[in-house]
């Protein structure tokens, strides 16, 4: 028998498993800081819903793990977090709004793998549902600052809005059956330039516009207030209406985050332009979280706005607004790990070593599990050098000896 795991599946040691731990608890302990509370839903959810026109889109789908029950039902692994979310939602209407809740769960996608990314990983979700305020946004973003923080990682946060980027492509006329290739490609930007982005659409049978080029490189600049400047003059030229549309909106909800954000101390967080996202269901600001300086140049939290998904799941009886972000606990994990000199081996923090007094000794590990220390205990018979040995090769912090002349003086041994 050929003993390997599937493709893009892994397992986890003792060691990596412990430090995901640590990771999962100081996040799980900052969502809940920020006043969201648990909630749980399946890992298989019914393929209609995983597939509906209004969740993840035709890109996710591809990747997405399919399978049957019994009764030849349709089913797959859940792709990410929030559909399920929405599906929950639209299943609970009588919710109290502003619904905050955090999912922290395992999630498939049949992709490509690469550096920071398997086919089964965790993601950490937290979301707002019910609120229209671009406040809400800006707390997504405030947490994941100071989650990170906390871990001593050195991010930046890149800040955009699907408004902007269908007021990009209005101004362009961009076809409606082009939107999301162009989108696609504009998510590109930063990579390969202007230039690059027009080769690319041409590719795929997207011409190229009058202004084009200059908006692309317009997009490249970190100032929303200069790309709206720019917009609302191609909007006049086009004689069409900016002022007081969703298009003008979208450059005030990402100054207001901005502003926000700048007001608490939050430096490294900047707009984006070309930022896109590549799921369908988003309507606002999006936002992604990159680390400085890594290997790993994939996003490591990424989220946005997403006001009418699961009012799509209510068919349209009412409207839902909602935004979240998600945390990828694998690149993150990645990252400490190679930044770190020691990784823990056990969570044992006292080792007993019984010399003829395993009974007494049982006693004693358990009335020390009763005060909440965790404690591991030699049952072999293999001499308080081994033991030493062994509590040292797993960097247990302590060991006690207990001896027969120890227990009748009432005393054990510490090292």
């Known amino acids: 028998m050929n003993l390997q795991n599937p493709r893009g599946m892994r397992d986890f040691s003792p060691e990596e498993s412990i430090l995901r731990n640590n990771v999962i608890n100081l996040i799980k302990q900052s969502f809940e800081n920020y006043g969201f509370s648990p909630l749980e839903t399946p890992t298989i959810e019914r393929l209609d819903i995983l597939s509906a026109k209004y969740a993840g889109g035709e890109e996710i789908l591809k990747e997405t793990f399919k399978l049957k029950d019994q009764g030849k039902r349709e089913l797959g692994l859940r792709y990410d977090l929030t559909v ?7 299943m609970n209407s009588q919710i109290k709004l502003p619904f905050k809740r955090y999912q922290i769960g395992t999630v498939y996608r049949d992709g490509p793998i690469k550096l920071g990314r ?5 993601q950490c979700d937290v979301d707002t549902v019910g ?41 362009l006329d961009i076809p409606e059956k082009d939107k999301i290739d162009f989108i696609l490609s504009l998510d590109k930007l930063e990579k390969i330039g202007a230039k690059g982005v027009v080769e690319d659409l041409k590719k795929k049978g997207i011409k190229e516009y009058k202004e084009m080029s200059k908006l692309l490189t317009t997009a490249k600049i970190n100032s929303p207030e200069e790309l709206k400047r720019y917009i609302a003059k191609l909007f006049s030229k086009k004689k069409k209406k900016f002022e007081n549309t969703e298009y ?13 954000l700048k007001g608490l101390g939050i430096k490294n967080a900047e707009f984006n332009g070309n930022l896109a996202r590549g799921l369908a269901y988003y309507t606002g600001p999006v936002f992604e979280v990159f680390l400085k300086n890594s290997e790993i140049k994939s ?21 839902y607004p909602a935004t979240g972000i998600s945390f990828g606990l694998e690149p ?9 000199d020691e990784i823990k081996k056990t969570v044992t923090e006292i080792y007993i070593i019984p010399i003829n007094t395993l009974k007494e000794s ?12 965790k404690v591991d205990i030699a049952f072999d018979k293999k001499g308080v050098g081994k033991g030493l040995e062994y509590a040292n090769s797993l960097s247990i912090p302590y060991a006690v000896i207990v001896g027969e002349d120890e227990l009748k003086k009432n005393k054990v041994k510490l090292k």
Not at 84 to 90: H, K, S, T
Not at 332 to 340: A, F, G, Q, R
């Open 84 to 90: 399920p979310l929405a599906r929950y939602v639209g």
């Open 118 to 122: 398997a086919r089964e990983f965790i």
């Open 131 to 171: 609120s229209f305020s671009p406040l809400a946004d800006a707390e997504l973003l405030i947490l994941a600052a100071r989650i990170f923080e906390k871990l001593s990682l050195k991010v930046e946060i890149k800040i955009n809005s699907r408004k902007i980027l269908n007021a990009i492509m209005e101004s």
């Open 248 to 260: 003008e909106k979208g450059f005030d909800e990402v100054s207001e985050i901005l502003r926000c």
């Open 299 to 319: 996003s490591i939290a990424a989220g946005g706005r997403y006001d009418d998904m699961i009012g799509k799941f209510l068919e349209g009886k009412n409207r």
């Open 332 to 340: 993150i994990i990645k990252t400490l790990k190679s930044s770190k």
């Open 362 to 373: 049982l006693k004693i590990a358990e009335g020390l599990r009763k005060e909440n220390i």
